[in-house]
């Protein structure tokens, strides 16, 4: 914060109050403490399982992993442009650097040169066109890391190419009508699906607005690289640690690229550094080549990625382009809206439709649009092609409703929550989706109405005002937001799970899942749904690698669905057994199984009190399966891609957020005073665990609304924001000084895991209220009177030039 911002607040006594952490009544201490004696294993805060391997600095990534005797490293040489034709290499000068083992082209991959997740689309190695500046030409494989990343380096001077000329944005992708995949449409109308009637219901509103928007991506700045590591076996089999979000595609994508089945290739993945999304389809290129090298050579290959070369190799966030024509009314209720949405896909399909299609199914957010046309394209451009990442497109089709009835707002002279609260869903008709899902779980007035009372919002609005009236420099900004989340994969299929349990004879309990554990919590959650299920301890339950040759065809750990869908199929599982048991126990102990009851490592029935284990040892001896397997799929989806509609999610998830920001006029910096959420997880299985994905999602994504800015050379299409020193994340100083994180009061309707719901990506969208803080700040610079041309990410210099324009309207 800077010297004129701080002195001002403290001379005005403004509230830099200690840091707050709010868990709220959910996480009374004498409230837990009951539920665990009762024997509840769920709805109680726990440490993650990992807390203390983490702190200790002993839990084993992939590149702790002691590594086998003769192991090799592998480094990528890149393309030194951005479009145009490999004409030739001149290999010699690379292999004949120190410790050079081999170097690996395209002609060397024994089956297919592809590890498009989608389409066959994206080349692990370049096989003559150049897509992007950093697309990985050849690989060095080498004694040591080192070693390798200096061959590699060589790739400047030793590459032949043709350049032609580079398209680097969505606008001039668009403008050629260049796409990765065909454009999408989604229509609405009273009139049917004719979008004549959706233009002519904007034409015939008493306001109209029509604007365009710029929304730029974002790094997922996971703290562990990208990174594989490849043992050959016996019989032509591979074993690869990976780091990755999807093992089950790593395995496909690996038997396809060395053209043997996928039962010869063993994904294993034990946890991540952080994924966000980035770890979901891109980890498939470094599992590919590291056991392309791995199987030619027959010897452990190991491929861990610079950062800088991270960067350069991989994608991120869709940034998108919108162009927006609105009708409404006096009261700000939008009664049309015609939209197009440009994203920057990059040079190949990669999982853009997919994003193209959530952020589509998540425009309206917490608003019913009675006429709406949208229109979405996947813009193919010469840079790295852009994946998933937390939120997978929901943001960015949500933020720009956002704005759009913020500005709304502005031209009526309204505040912007009266005109959200006009334009929100509501029963009868106006509780359908635009892709015809009906909104039955609607608690947007109740979680709007209770956060608005507990963060004062009507008071600091005043306060705000009278602030700014008496500032000339400084000026305040207050938002109040909503999210509205659908829960579920969008594509059908992948909304399965399946899991292992196992009960050892001394009562111990390993659990196999199909998730993957990124830091997120899911080995703490599903391990406690297992405890809970068998009456036992946590501490009786320990989670294992996640492995393609336990738990087979699993989905990416993605889409916040990671607890909904193992932890029903861990649940499974372990009902199961606990079945089984009973049925055991009434016949050894007389009375029936249906009343036999398992709590804090006991077991009840026909008046005895049994020890857990030795109810177990009993079974073992009576012959009874001590393991199960378990397996759950959403019910009730349907999604029709043609007419983008259907029922595409299983349930909604809810939240809000309020946020005071003070800006500097003079110099565009900022600060982010006070920030209140509310956030809707239903029945939460970890309320800790929950409230730290809520925090953690809340400042990530307010990262991406106001300083993570990409920057391409304009000409050369070189990533210049390719390192921490030129990309910046949110640190510690920049949490607010109040921070009031609260959950819901509620259950899922729908009978999800214990009813609870997913807080992954959700909390993402909370912090589009400090970005309308922040416009709101530099309205005030012209009375309200003018709508701030301010694009995301607000960065400084982007809030100097909207207050420029502001002042010169």
Known sequence: MNTRIAEELLRRDAPFADYQHNLGSRTDAQAEASALQAGARV??????????????????YCDDIAELAGTLHCALGLSPIAAGRLLDSDLAAVRAMPGVVRVFTAADIP????CGSVLHDDPILCDGEIRYLGQPVFAVVAETREQARRAAALA????????AEPVLTPRQAHEKQQYVVAPMHLTRSSSGLDEAGIRAAIEKAPHRLSGSLDVGGQEQFYLEGQISYALPKEGGGM?????TQHPSEMQFLVAHALGIQAHAVLVECRRMGGGFGGKESQSAQFACIAAIAARTLNRPVKLRLDRDDDFMVTGRRHGFWYEYDVGYDDEGRVLGVALQMVSHAGHSADLSAAVMTRAICHFDNAYWLPEVAMHGFCARTNTQSNTAFRGFGGPQGAVCMEYILDSIARNLGKDALAVRRANFYGKGERNVTPYRQTVQDNILDEIVGQLEASSDYAARRKEVAGFNASSPVL???????PVKFGISFNVKHLNQA?????????GSILVNHGGTEMGQGLNTKVAQVVAHE????????RMSATDTSKVANTSATAASTGSDLNGKAAQDAARRIRERLAANVAQRHGGKSGDVRFANDKVFAAGKELDFSAVVADAYLDRVQLWSDGFYATPGLSWDAKTMTGHPFYYYAYGAAVSEVVVDTLTGEWKLLRADLLHDVGQSLNPAVDI????????????????????????SGMLMTHAPSTYKIPTANDCPPVFNVQLFEGRNVQDAIHRSKAVGEPPLLLPFSVFFAIRDAVSAVGGHQHNPPLPVPATSEAILRAITAVQAA
């Open 498 to 506: 399946g899991a292992l349990v196992h009960v050892y004879l001394d």
């Open 156 to 163: 400047r001077t030793v590459l032949k190419t043709e350049a």
């Open 692 to 715: 730290g994905q809520i925090e953690g999602g809340f400042i990530q994504g307010m990262g991406w609304m106001t300083m993570e800015e990409l920057v391409w050379h304009p000409r």
């Open 43 to 60: 709805g109680v805060s726990r440490p993650h399982e990992s807390a203390e391997l983490h702190v200790s600095g002993s839990a084993t």
């Open 239 to 243: 074993h690869i640690h990976c780091s």
């Open 534 to 541: 068998l009456g036992v301890n946590f501490e009786r339950v």
């Open 475 to 481: 000026k305040k900004g207050l938002a109040l937001t």
């Open 111 to 114: 089956g297919e040169n592809n």
